[in-house]
């Protein structure tokens, strides 16, 4: 079935270091999604890519959806303690698919 | 945003007993909701996409006769997980589609932290 990977699978990072984040796919994906998870919670979507090679801003946060549609980055810049979650990339096929999520990215920032 | 919420947000039960989770969608329509379940350290794995008046549609490997899944409104899912078990014990996530507007974007509950005993 469909696969999504994720690297790193965890981050330690300074306050104020930018992060870097990627997910791929052992098949091609039409939507790319990133999702916030705080402990206890729901995740949260941050960031929504519809066409190949995207790039979209959140704030702090840019994400890119990949030429070849098997893979997007998340970058985060000026990391803040706030920013401590489970990040996790999710793909669909077509708009009215299931969402299959990535195993996440764990960021822990040292103040 | 639009709103989803779930009852209750945590539940402990005896083994063998039924547990019925609500799902809403506060201020819009959903046609489509999404049950997922995710164990702890792990990713959210999708249990089953329940259409409103219809049967859900349940993943490969997932019960449907242990997780029934009523989606009578456009505005509430529920998710009874019948005869529980301890390995039942999971954090439960529901997430709602808008019938209008952008297909794509799911709005995820907080999740139903169940306990069984």
């Known amino acids: 079935g469909q696969q999504l990977n994720q690297s790193p699978q965890s981050m330690f990072i300074q306050e104020g270091e930018d992060v870097s984040m990627n997910c791929t796919s052992s098949s091609i994906f039409n939507t790319w999604l990133w999702y916030k998870q705080e402990p206890g919670e729901g995740p949260v979507l941050l960031i929504a890519?519809?066409?190949?090679?995207e790039l979209t801003s959140n704030g702090r946060l840019t994400a890119q959806f990949g030429i070849t549609r098997k893979d997007s980055f998340l970058n985060i810049s000026a990391s803040i303690p706030s920013d401590v979650g489970i990040y996790f990339c999710?793909?669909?096929?077509?708009?009215?698919?299931?969402?299959?999520f990535g195993p996440g990215t764990s960021l822990s920032v040292i103040p | 945003g639009a709103v989803v919420s779930q009852h209750p947000s945590r539940v402990i039960c005896k083994s063998g007993t039924s547990v019925k989770i609500e799902c809403r969608s506060l201020d819009f329509q959903a046609t489509t909701m999404f049950w997922y379940r995710q164990f702890p350290k792990q990713s959210l794995m999708l249990m089953a996409t329940?259409?409103?008046?219809?049967?859900?549609?349940?993943e490969q490997g997932v019960e449907k006769d242990k997780f029934l899944i009523n989606h009578a409104s456009l505005t509430l899912s529920t998710l009874t997980v019948t005869s529980a078990h301890p390995e039942d014990s999971s954090f439960y996530i529901c997430s709602a589609r808008p019938g209008t507007g952008n297909q794509e974007t799911q709005y995820f509950g907080p999740g139903t932290r169940l306990l069984v005993l």
């Open positions: 329940s259409n409103e008046g219809s049967k859900a549609t349940y």
């Open positions: 999710a793909g669909q096929r077509t708009s009215y698919d299931k969402v299959i």
């Open positions: 890519l519809y066409k190949a090679g």
